[in-house]
């Protein structure tokens, strides 16, 4: 990717909340749902005269919660591709930090160079890789550097807690912000040989004292603002071919 001739981005999100700080700073338009069968929410608008469409994974039909997790996200992101087909592919949303890796809340990392799996164990020879999938992210250090963001491995499960086997594994490949989404929209945007790149703002500190679920609710309104103006700075850089 040439991030002058970028024509059109796709920006994928988990989270309603988490997406509305930038809905409303780039005066995104609300496009009703994607498609008639599911609820996922499509905000669409320009920014630096480039089209930018946003999809948020919508609200459960019988749960009523946002639909967080790798299989809505499976389906935005292919849906999201399909229909127009962009020269990049954005995830933004919250995320656990470690301490670690000295996180602090309100951070914004860039994932590089892989998002990974933690929690697809399958101990067969060839699958377990494939367990783990390792799905390159967009090479943004030149990006990070210009924005003074930092960088990661970004580590992904269906579970907002995580086991010992989970910790394990997320150390084997030095994980340091742990969602629910990246790398399986890493995978769609790798079938479609399309960049990806996600931008994660951490609302908690997995190997901290607090339980996640406090700390995230917490923080989410901080994080979430902090987000939409690293995502703006991003889609700056990427339209304007850097800072
Ligand atoms: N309890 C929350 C539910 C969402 S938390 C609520 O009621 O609003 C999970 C969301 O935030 C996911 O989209 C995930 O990508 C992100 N996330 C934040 N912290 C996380 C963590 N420590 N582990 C995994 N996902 C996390």
Not at 71 to 78: E, V
Not at 193 to 210: C, R
Request: proline letters at 4%; charged letters at 15%.
């Amino acid at each position: 990717m040439t991030s002058v001739s970028t024509p059109n981005i796709l920006l994928v999100m988990a989270m309603h909340d988490e997406a509305l700080p930038i809905i409303r700073k780039l005066g995104l338009k609300d496009m009703g749902y994607l498609s008639p069968s599911y609820t996922f929410e499509h905000y669409s608008g320009h920014f630096n005269g480039i089209q930018l469409n946003l999809i948020v994974n919508g609200k459960c039909k019988v749960f009523k919660v946002d639909q967080i997790g790798t299989q809505a996200s499976t389906l935005t992101t292919h849906l999201g591709i399909e229909t127009f087909n962009p020269s990049v592919v954005l995830n933004a949303g919250t995320a656990g930090g470690f301490r670690s890796d000295s996180a602090q809340v309100g951070d914004v990392y860039l994932s590089y160079p892989t998002a990974n799996y933690h929690d697809r164990r399958i101990n067969i020879p060839g699958f377990k890789e494939y367990g783990v999938g390792v799905h390159p992210t967009y090479s943004c250090l030149g990006m990070a550097n210009d924005l003074g963001l930092r960088t990661g491995v970004v580590t992904t499960g269906n579970s907002l807690d995580y086991t010992e086997q989970d910790m394990a594994t997320i150390k084997s490949y030095n994980g340091v912000v742990k969602d629910m989404e990246a790398a399986a929209i890493a995978w769609v945007a790798q079938q479609h040989n399309i960049p990806f790149l996600a931008i994660k703002s951490i609302t908690d500190i997995v190997d901290g004292e607090k339980p996640t679920e406090e700390e995230f609710l917490e923080n989410l309104h901080q994080a979430s603002e902090s987000l939409s103006k690293q995502v703006v700075r991003v889609l700056q850089w990427l339209t304007e071919g850097g800072v």
